[in-house]
């Protein structure tokens, strides 16, 4: 096997077979040594049956289906572990990504790179606040992030199967897995693309979950918010002692101390920080808790095409 292609989906029944069409032309070359791994997330649509259904149009195509929803980077992963080629391509099932462009890859990986990521030149049909959201995010990551992460890039992309073998030998549950490649070396390149607009369905990332990606992302790669409470305690200090001086003068001064509302102040501003240490410190002490149940990231609970995961006597 040359070249597998890992495509998450999570209710993108009307996707599908547009997605089958375009990424069957796209493999034109490999397409006798290449399978494309669709992975169903659990959708509660007709997505697994659109699968079955590309699975016996295309023989390239295999489904995978997860036993619940467990979010796009952990439906990406079970695709990545089942995959078998030389040479990794991922991509949404939504076509924003344009299979079309793998030729490029490929020939960029001929020259010696084990990831060729897609950078978003140009985002369409996406709403100015996810744009300003995303442009912003991947700048404050990298500021607190000691791996470069590259920055408007997706998990879009061509991975060789060394790049993919040392992401999958990472154990962790909160998987950012855009990151784990940066995290993983060997040699990178971006090749830029213009983003497309969904050609069906709507976006699976409310803001919730987009936060929760923003808070995976910067607990897995930075320990450096646990380390604001320490710069923050000097900040409390600071003004306490500015205060202590204030009160200590006037009263000497005037032989008054002014009153409740300063304190007030200052009760609400150092609750405040303190509520914001304790709240960064059990994002990481959760994620601590969740590693430590050491539970697999998930379960098959069926497949289509060839060959076969699934332990016997399950069906
Ligand atoms: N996805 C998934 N599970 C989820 C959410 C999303 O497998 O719980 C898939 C989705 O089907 C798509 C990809 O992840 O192929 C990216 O999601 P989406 O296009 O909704 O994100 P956006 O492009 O809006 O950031
Ligand atoms: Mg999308």
Redesign the pocket.
């Known amino acids: 096997m040359y070249l597998s292609v890992v ?4 209710n ?1 029944d009307e996707s599908i077979p547009l997605l089958v069409e375009r990424l069957a032309q796209a493999i034109g070359p490999w397409a006798d040594k290449a399978e494309i791994i669709l992975v169903d ?1 659990g959708s509660d649509d007709d997505t697994w049956a659109a699968m079955e259904t590309a699975s016996q149009q295309v023989p390239q195509v295999r489904g995978l289906r997860l036993s619940a ?1 467990r ?2 980077q952990v ?1 990406l992963t079970a695709g990545l572990e089942a995959a078998r080629g030389e040479r990794i391509f991922m991509l ?3 076509l ?1 990504d344009p299979p079309e462009i793998l030729p490029d890859m490929m020939s960029m990986m001929d020259r010696g790179y084990d990831v060729v990521y897609g950078r978003r030149a140009e985002r369409k049909g996406e709403t100015l606040f996810k744009k300003l959201t995303a442009h912003l995010f991947y700048r404050f990551l990298n500021v607190l992030s000691d791996v470069a992460i590259p920055k408007d890039t997706g998990d879009f992309r061509l991975v060789s199967r060394r790049s993919l073998d040392a992401v999958l030998n990472m154990p962790e549950r909160s998987r950012f897995i855009r990151g784990m490649f940066a995290w993983a070396g060997y040699r990178q390149i971006g090749l830029e693309y213009v983003r497309d607009a ?1 050609v069906a369905g709507v ?3 409310p803001f919730r979950a987009m936060l929760r990606f923003a808070t995976d992302a910067l607990t897995g790669f930075s320990t450096k918010p646990l380390k604001i409470a320490t710069r923050l305690s000097f900040v409390s200090l600071f003004v306490t002692v500015f205060m202590a001086i204030y009160v200590f003068g006037s009263l000497l001064l005037y032989n008054t101390a002014p009153g409740w509302a300063s304190m007030l102040l200052a009760i609400s501003f150092f609750s405040g920080i303190q509520l914001l240490t304790l709240g960064i410190l059990g994002e990481y002490v959760g994620r601590l808790y969740m590693e430590s149940k050491q539970r697999p990231l998930y379960f098959l609970s069926q497949e289509t095409g060839e060959p076969t995961l699934l332990p016997q006597g399950v069906d």
């Open positions: 495509v998450p989906c999570f993108e997330d929803n979010g796009h439906a949404d099932a939504d924003q969904r976006t699976k990332y």
